[in-house]
């Protein structure tokens, strides 16, 4: 076994409960005398329904295919989602530090104005990223552009490191955020492209699971060591990012075919899905999406014109609206000063370590929740619940603000911020994430993923900056209030506007936004009607992937 196939193992290893049984159940089958049976079963398809229902009649003979195997598919996916965990950093990084830079013995001595361009001009630098970075993969690729942007990543934690003015800090901090509009831009493209729909929600989830990482990496370890330590600890993320993502991350099967090289996108379904798996009807099923998309350009006139596009884009841009003004960035940002001022029993950094376990636990529950019991209602629940949470949390600033004697319920402001958190990463942490890889057509994708990722930027910062302003003019109490008014709208939103994706292929999704109505009987298609019919009766509930 090769370096490479260690680390697929490993990873897979880690990645689903499910995996792991089958590499537990082939690791104990090896004591028996025919070893490749128990081998080949612990790498085959951990998918419940993947005997029921494995079959799928493209072509006859030659096109019939079973889903594939899982085991490179999550390699290749938590390879990439170390972008998001560097991004994870870069978002946790203020909690520490503002309250060292705010402190008397500070190095780079700043002012609470100061801080709070600190930490929003990360919204600004999004903007200057996402729109690059999304054409950047249509032209050169998603694997080369989401590799390159440990680059920039890696600048700006030198910046920081041996910043000397707040100046320096507001540049490096604007680097930071284009890297991270550009991977949120590229990296839930990448994965919605590999992943087979069986687990595409899952792998998609694995976003914002390795974000919470890394802001508990930072929550971990950031009250212990210098400024200094800190900057390097970080700055070593995106050097491993950009080594795992050139080794083992494939280029998608859909770029490759878009860019004519056919050969290539072959050798990446074989890669992704297995050497027993019949790539013929998966090629079909792309091939045709592109023929179909070769009138199509991704002009902006084309976004608008487009009733598909028009109504991912109002879904996608109002779920990351609404995850901004939950105020969720706020507290991660601020999170030491908010305990600081709840004056808990708990001190403040432990408290926001607390905050970063919880939110790693349910972020991770979300990925394996994701394609069981589906996007809109983890959505409905996480936003209600965080409604009713910021509400609670609100009334106790508000009493203590007023003079009330709330000593006694110092531990609400933990309670509220742990079950606000835990809700947030089971719903509406991870999904809009994995709702903006499913719902564009690739044609559009990068240009709309992009101009989507810059209005939710701007966004991001009129929030964060305005935390400042809304303390200063109404204290934490009504601030918070507003928040959850805020949380209140965004499930309405969810409730009327946002579409179920569960366990429907990219194609599907596509024509459901476009109005086209399945066919239900065989004289709505007489000509192809039995092989819709044998497809039909086929893969039931759990479909497969159309990666288009």
Same mark, same amino acid.
């Given at each position: 076994?090769?370096?490479?196939?260690?680390?697929?193992?490993?990873?897979?290893?880690?990645?689903?409960?499910?995996?792991?049984?089958g590499w537990f159940v082939g690791f104990v089958s090896l004591f028996s005398t025919n070893l490749l049976r128990p081998l080949r079963l612990a790498l085959t398809s951990s998918n419940k329904n993947a005997t029921k229902n494995s079959m799928l009649s493209v072509n006859g003979p030659k096109g019939t295919r079973r889903e594939g195997k899982k085991f490179r598919q999550y390699a290749a996916a938590l390879s990439t989602t170390i972008g998001p965990f560097a991004v994870g950093t870069v978002l946790a990084w203020t909690s520490p530090v503002l309250p060292m830079l705010q402190s008397e013995n500070s190095r780079i001595p700043i002012t609470a104005d100061e801080g709070s361009w600190v930490g929003s001009l990360i919204?600004?630098?999004?903007?200057?990223?996402?729109?690059?970075?999304?054409?950047?993969?249509?032209?050169?690729?998603?694997?080369?552009?989401?590799?390159?942007?440990?680059?920039?990543?890696?600048?700006?934690?030198?910046?920081?490191?041996?910043?000397?003015?707040?100046?320096?800090?507001?540049?490096?901090?604007?680097?930071?955020?284009?890297?991270?509009?550009?991977?949120?831009?590229?990296?839930?493209?990448?994965?919605?492209?590999?992943?087979?729909?069986?687990?595409?929600?899952?792998?998609?989830?694995?976003?914002?699971?390795?974000?919470?990482?890394?802001?508990?990496?930072?929550?971990?370890?950031?009250?212990?060591?210098?400024?200094?330590?800190?900057?390097?600890?970080?700055?070593?993320?995106?050097?491993?990012? +950009?080594?795992?993502? #050139? $080794? &083992?991350?494939?280029?998608?099967?859909?770029? /490759? !075919?878009?860019?004519?090289?056919?050969?290539? *996108?072959?050798?990446?379904?074989?890669?992704?899905?297995?050497?027993?798996?019949?790539?013929?009807?998966?090629?079909?099923?792309?091939?045709?999406?592109?023929?179909?998309?070769?009138?199509?350009?991704?002009?902006?006139?084309?976004?608008?014109?487009?009733?598909?596009?028009?109504?991912?884009?109002?879904?996608?841009?109002?779920?990351?609206?609404?995850?901004?003004?939950?105020?969720?960035?706020?507290?991660?940002?601020?999170?030491?000063?908010?305990?600081?001022?709840?004056?808990?029993?708990?001190?403040?950094?432990?408290?926001?370590?607390?905050?970063?376990?919880?939110?790693?636990?349910?972020? +991770?529950?979300?990925? #394996? $929740? &994701?394609?069981?019991?589906?996007?809109?209602? /983890? !959505?409905?629940?996480?936003?209600?619940?965080? *409604?009713?949470?910021?509400?609670?949390?609100?009334?106790?600033?508000?009493?203590?603000?007023?003079?009330?004697?709330?000593?006694?319920?110092?531990?609400?402001?933990?309670?509220?911020?742990?079950?606000?958190?835990?809700?947030?990463?089971?719903?509406?942490?991870?999904?809009?994430?994995?709702?903006?890889?499913?719902?564009?057509?690739?044609?559009?994708?990068?240009?709309?993923?992009?101009?989507?990722?810059?209005?939710?930027?701007?966004?991001?910062?009129?929030?964060?900056?305005?935390?400042?302003?809304?303390?200063?003019?109404?204290?934490?109490?009504?601030?918070?209030?507003?928040?959850?008014? +805020?949380?209140?709208?965004?499930? &309405?939103?969810?409730?009327?506007?946002?579409?179920?994706?569960?366990?429907?292929?990219?194609?599907?999704?596509?024509?459901?936004?476009?109005?086209?109505?399945?066919?239900?009987?065989?004289?709505?298609?007489?000509?192809?009607?039995?092989?819709?019919?044998?497809?039909?009766?086929?893969?039931?509930?759990?479909?497969?992937?159309?990666?288009?």
């Amino acid at each position: 076994m090769t370096s490479w196939d260690s680390y697929l193992a490993v990873a897979t290893f880690l990645s689903s409960p499910e995996e792991f049984m089958g590499w537990f159940v082939g690791f104990v089958s090896l004591f028996s005398t025919n070893l490749l049976r128990p081998l080949r079963l612990a790498l085959t398809s951990s998918n419940k329904n993947a005997t029921k229902n494995s079959m799928l009649s493209v072509n006859g003979p030659k096109g019939t295919r079973r889903e594939g195997k899982k085991f490179r598919q999550y390699a290749a996916a938590l390879s990439t989602t170390i972008g998001p965990f560097a991004v994870g950093t870069v978002l946790a990084w203020t909690s520490p530090v503002l309250p060292m830079l705010q402190s008397e013995n500070s190095r780079i001595p700043i002012t609470a104005d100061e801080g709070s361009w600190v930490g929003s001009l990360i919204a600004i630098g999004a903007i200057i990223g996402s729109i690059p970075a999304g054409k950047g993969a249509d032209i050169f690729g998603r694997k080369p552009t989401i590799a390159a942007l440990a680059v920039p990543f890696i600048i700006s934690w030198a910046m920081i490191y041996f910043a000397t003015t707040v100046w320096e800090l507001y540049v490096a901090r604007l680097i930071a955020g284009a890297v991270i509009g550009g991977v949120t831009a590229t990296v839930p493209m990448y994965i919605g492209e590999i992943a087979e729909s069986s687990i595409r929600g899952e792998l998609g989830s694995y976003i914002q699971v390795k974000v919470t990482l890394g802001i508990l990496y930072v929550y971990a370890i950031g009250p212990f060591v210098s400024y200094e330590g800190l900057a390097i600890l970080c700055g070593i993320i995106p050097v491993i990012m +950009f080594v795992l993502v #050139l $080794l &083992v991350a494939p280029e998608t099967p859909t770029y /490759l !075919l878009r860019a004519g090289r056919r050969r290539e *996108a072959e050798h990446s379904l074989v890669l992704l899905r297995g050497h027993e798996y019949d790539i013929a009807g998966e090629l079909e099923e792309l091939q045709q999406q592109l023929e179909e998309e070769q009138n199509r350009s991704s002009k902006f006139k084309d976004l608008i014109s487009s009733r598909a596009t028009v109504r991912a884009s109002i879904a996608v841009m109002g779920l990351l609206s609404f995850l901004s003004f939950s105020g969720i960035n706020v507290l991660i940002f601020y999170a030491e000063s908010i305990f600081k001022s709840s004056s808990s029993s708990i001190s403040p950094q432990v408290s926001s370590i607390i905050i970063g376990v919880l939110q790693v636990k349910f972020t +991770f529950a979300s990925a #394996l $929740l &994701v394609d069981k019991a589906g996007r809109r209602v /983890l !959505l409905l629940i996480s936003d209600s619940v965080m *409604a009713v949470c910021l509400g609670c949390l609100g009334y106790f600033f508000w009493q203590s603000e007023h003079g009330v004697d709330v000593s006694a319920f110092s531990l609400i402001p933990l309670i509220s911020l742990g079950v606000y958190i835990s809700t947030f990463s089971l719903g509406f942490g991870p999904i809009p994430g994995v709702m903006m890889g499913e719902l564009f057509s690739p044609d559009v994708k990068g240009l709309a993923l992009g101009i989507v990722c810059v209005i939710a930027s701007l966004l991001e910062f009129v929030v964060v900056k305005m935390y400042q302003n809304l303390l200063d003019w109404f204290d934490h109490g009504i601030t918070f209030w507003i928040f959850a008014g +805020f949380c209140v709208l965004g499930t &309405v939103f969810v409730w009327f506007l946002v579409p179920e994706t569960k366990n429907k292929t990219l194609q599907e999704i596509q024509n459901e936004l476009s109005g086209k109505k399945k066919s239900n009987n065989r004289k709505d298609n007489p000509k192809g009607s039995k092989k819709h019919h044998m497809m039909d009766s086929l893969t039931g509930d759990q479909t497969h992937a159309a990666i288009v």
